[in-house]
């Protein structure tokens, strides 16, 4: 048994990760509505736009982790949008 408390974007993403193995999991969050930053923040695809703020290492790491989306989105149900076409800033 496997308790995630928080369920913002790290907690999803570790709830769907451990779900990929026979593992019983009990996801906990004190918001009360489902609108949390988990919904920007898993749309956030655009990791150039923080390149500034954050450095070049982080932007390593941010680019390796698009390779994840398409993994994701594969092991979830109905259709799925995703695009990975650039980055515009205006």
Same mark, same amino acid.
């Given at each position: 048994k496997v308790a /995630?408390? $928080?369920g913002g974007l790290v907690g999803r993403l570790?709830?769907?990760?451990?779900?990929q193995a026979p593992i019983?999991?009990?996801?906990? !969050? $004190?918001?009360?509505?489902?609108?949390t930053c988990a919904f920007a923040s898993g749309a956030m695809i655009a990791p150039f736009s923080e390149l500034a703020v954050l450095g070049q290492?982080? &932007? !390593?790491?941010?680019l390796l982790? &698009?390779?994840?989306?398409?993994? /994701? /989105?594969?092991t979830l149900k109905g259709p799925i949008y995703y695009q990975n076409t650039g980055t515009e800033l205006i």
């Open positions: /995630i408390v $928080g570790m709830a769907w990760h451990l779900c019983e999991i009990h996801l906990f !969050d $004190g918001a009360k509505h489902l609108a290492d982080w &932007l !390593d790491k941010a982790a &698009l390779d994840w989306w398409p993994i /994701i /989105i594969k």
